[in-house]
């Protein structure tokens, strides 16, 4: 069974930084990308980054070059480092995994391609 928790959401004012964390277990973690979704209230679950089992990253327009996705297999877990961040940046942040191993870049960016999910972690930018 594939478990994924994340930790480390919670309320930060604008300009802020926070780091978000996903523990991963149930399956060969390296193998699979891994991507970091958003929901904001009546809203679209939205990706806002991944990357796939060879280190290759993809972002969300609205986020590149403040987001950082990284991964440690060793340690079975992915990072979403979050700087200067923006009121638009408030939703119920959820990682997840991707269905198919050895994904490429172009492969890994529809919601509906990941079938497993974390239980989300809440991010609040106050402005």
């Known amino acids: 069974q594939v478990q994924l928790v994340e930790s480390g959401g919670g309320l930060v004012q604008a300009g802020g930084s926070l780091r978000l964390s996903c523990a991963a277990s149930?399956?060969?973690?390296?193998?699979?990308?891994m991507g970091w979704f958003r929901q904001a209230p009546g809203k679209e679950r939205d990706i806002v980054a991944a990357?796939?089992?060879?280190?290759?990253?993809y972002y969300t327009d609205s986020v590149k070059g403040r987001f950082t996705i990284s991964r440690d297999n060793a340690k079975n877990t992915v990072y979403l480092q979050m700087n200067s961040l923006k009121p638009e940046d408030t939703a119920v942040y959820y990682c997840?995994?991707?269905?198919?191993?050895?994904?490429?870049?172009?492969?890994?960016?529809?919601?509906?391609?990941?079938?497993?999910w974390g239980q989300g972690t809440q991010v609040t930018v106050s402005s």
């Open positions: 997840a995994t991707h269905r198919s191993p050895l994904t490429t870049t172009q492969a890994m960016r529809a919601p509906y391609d990941y079938n497993y």
């Open positions: 149930g399956r060969t973690f390296s193998r699979y990308a």
């Open positions: 990357i796939n089992w060879s280190g290759s990253t």
